[in-house]
């Protein structure tokens, strides 16, 4: 993967740069009008989160 370094070499990524890259995610508290949504603010956390298998306009919580 890609992305993941300022010189952009492919690397695969460990759990301690997922989490590094991961870090700086904001959500967006849903209203009566709209959802919850995460907060993107590097292409790399689009990616991620896309291998991850997580859609960022439908954050899952858990049950409690």
């Given at each position: 993967?890609s992305?993941?370094?300022?010189?952009?070499?492919?690397?695969?990524?460990?759990?301690?740069?997922?989490?590094?890259?991961?870090?700086?995610?904001m959500?967006?508290?849903?209203?009566?009008?709209?959802?919850?949504?995460?907060?993107?603010?590097?292409?790399?956390?689009?990616?991620?989160?896309?291998?991850?298998?997580?859609?960022?306009?439908r954050?899952?919580?858990?049950?409690?």
């Open positions: 993967m992305g993941l370094y300022p010189d952009n070499r492919r690397v695969r990524p460990t759990g301690r740069m997922i989490l590094y890259h991961l870090d700086s995610l959500l967006r508290p849903g209203t009566a009008t709209s959802p919850p949504t995460i907060l993107i603010s590097q292409g790399v956390q689009a990616h991620l989160l896309e291998l991850l298998g997580i859609d960022e306009t954050p899952r919580w858990l049950e409690t």
